[in-house]
C-alpha cells in the first residue's frame, strides 16, 4: 500500500456542484496534514490545513479522521476557476522532516 | 515580500552531465525543501535543509545533493544525470523546519535529460 493515496480522477462536474476529495495514508503516527492546489505547469500553492478539529475557508472545507486515516477537501458551489489538481500531503510525527505528496485528484468543472 | 525564485526556468542536458538548480527562499523564511515532480505525479520530496544542514532526506540517490547558504538561498546538485531525472524541480520555502509549518511553492525548474 502506497504512503499516501488519492484518486487521481478526473472529476467532472458541472458549476454549482458540491464535490468530495479523499487522501488516504498508511503511516497512523502523521502528524500534520495539508491541501494543495495546483494548476497546469504551475507550482503547488497551499489550499489549506486540516486541523483535527476540521476547518472551513469559504466554499472549501477540510476534515481529518485520524481512526480511518484519511483526510477530505469538501468544495462547495463549484466555479470554473475550482479546475486544477488538488494534492494532499502527509507530514510525519518526530525524527526527521520526510513529508509525503499524494499524486494529486484532478478536478474539472464545466459551465 | 518577495515570493520564493528559482533559476534556470528550463533546462536541457544529456545523459551523465550534471547539474545545478538555484532556489532564493522567501524573506523571513530559514528552511528550503526540495522535490522532483514527474509528469502525472506527485512532488517527491528529496530533502530538506535549515539553517543550513540537512534536515530530512527522502529515497533519492547520493548523485543528488544540495547546500544551503547563510542567505538560507539554496542549490540542488545532481551529477550523472540519467534519463528518469527529467521533470520538474520544485523548491518550497518555510518558516521554519518541522511537520506544521506551511510550505511555499517556487515555480520551478524544469530540467530536460537527453
Known amino acids: 500500500r502506497k504512503e499516501v493515496e488519492q484518486d487521481p480522477g478526473p472529476f467532472n462536474v458541472p458549476e454549482g456542484a458540491t464535490v468530495a476529495f479523499n487522501c488516504t495514508y498508511s503511516n497512523s503516527a502523521s502528524q500534520s496534514f495539508f491541501w494543495y492546489r495546483q494548476d497546469c505547469r504551475k507550482e503547488p500553492k497551499l489550499l489549506m490545513s486540516?486541523?483535527?478539529s476540521g476547518n472551513e475557508d469559504g466554499r472549501f472545507t477540510a476534515q481529518l479522521n485520524r481512526a480511518s486515516q484519511y483526510i477530505s477537501l469538501l468544495i462547495r458551489d463549484s466555479k470554473l476557476s475550482d479546475s486544477a489538481t488538488y494534492l494532499c500531503v502527509v507530514n510525519p510525527r518526530g525524527g526527521s522532516y520526510i513529508p509525503t505528496f499524494g499524486r494529486g485528484t484532478s478536478l474539472i468543472v464545466h459551465p | 515580500e518577495t515570493g520564493v525564485t528559482q533559476s534556470p526556468t528550463h533546462l536541457i542536458k544529456t545523459r551523465g552531465q550534471q547539474v545545478t538548480l538555484r532556489c532564493s527562499s522567501q524573506s523571513g523564511h530559514n528552511t528550503v525543501s526540495w522535490y522532483q515532480q514527474a509528469l502525472g505525479q506527485g512532488p517527491q520530496f528529496i530533502f530538506q535543509?535549515?539553517?543550513?544542514?540537512?534536515?530530512g532526506r527522502g529515497n533519492f540517490p547520493p548523485r543528488f545533493s544540495g547546500l544551503q547558504f547563510p542567505n538560507y538561498s539554496s542549490e540542488l546538485n545532481v551529477n550523472a544525470l540519467e534519463l528518469d531525472d527529467s521533470a520538474l524541480y520544485l523548491c518550497?520555502?518555510?518558516?521554519?523546519?518541522?511537520?506544521?509549518?506551511?510550505?511555499?511553492f517556487g515555480p520551478g525548474t524544469r530540467l530536460t535529460v537527453l
Open positions: 535543509y535549515y539553517r543550513e544542514e540537512e534536515n
Open positions: 486540516v486541523y483535527s
Open positions: 518550497a520555502s518555510s518558516l521554519s523546519s518541522g511537520a506544521t509549518n506551511e510550505q511555499f
